[in-house]
């Protein structure tokens, strides 16, 4: 099987695969989407990669994969080693309490198809800012007791898993948009851990090919 990954440097949804990808060890081809350029509205990549017009897409060479969650679980049911998946069924829920918590409440707030919506609506780039930090501020402070009840070094347990291919690419994006982090000590404990870690240290935007083309 050869995968291609379709993606944007800088985007944490693409970042989430490219550390899964890494933690099970799967080699695969990358290509750049330049979002900032509009490369995921063109025609073919729209109809053969992701109707979404959005990264990332995961190409396995008899299918493609759209939407980092789904890619990360089918990663987990087809390679199951090593697990990002604890077995109890209560661990299991409660990790996928934080990736959703972060890939569905967090991010998709403060996306670059948010950005230029609110932009267009006359909203500055402070207002802008101020939006961002707010939803990530919400979501961090429903996630901090999360991650300090069950955290022993990475997010959940003493190895990473599915809630921490989706918060150090949150964190990189707290970052960003300078986020005050202090509230936060088991959330930034755990993503320094983890960034730690070769498989996320591969995967960490400055790294990619198309970085430098930004």
Not at 111 to 124: E, P, S, T, Y
Request: with cysteine; charged share 20%.
């Amino acid at each position: 099987m050869s995968l291609t990954l379709h993606s944007y440097w800088r985007a944490t949804a693409p970042y989430r695969v490219r550390i899964g990808l890494n933690l099970k060890d799967l080699p695969y081809d990358y290509v750049g989407v330049n979002l900032l350029k509009g490369e995921q509205h063109a025609p073919d990549y729209v109809a053969t990669k992701n109707p979404q017009h959005l990264t990332p897409a995961l190409d396995t060479g008899d299918h493609v994969l759209t939407q980092s969650l789904a890619i990360l679980e089918w990663l987990e049911e087809t390679h199951p080693a090593p697990a990002l998946l604890p077995k109890d069924a209560f661990a299991r829920a409660t990790v996928r309490a934080m990736a959703t918590l972060i890939a569905c409440d967090i991010h998709p707030l403060n996306n670059m198809r948010i950005q230029k919506a609110l932009a267009a609506l006359g909203v500055d780039e402070a207002g802008r800012q101020d939006w961002s930090q707010r939803w990530i501020v919400d979501g961090f402070t429903a996630l901090e007791p999360m991650v300090a009840a069950h955290g022993r070094g990475f997010a959940f347990g003493d190895a990473p898993t599915l809630a921490d291919c989706c918060l150090v690419p949150q964190v990189y994006s707290a970052h960003r948009y300078n986020v005050d982090l202090a509230p936060f000590p088991a959330i930034v404990a755990a993503a320094d851990h983890a960034n730690a870690h070769p498989a996320f240290a591969a995967a960490h935007p400055d790294r990619q090919p198309d970085a430098v083309n930004a």
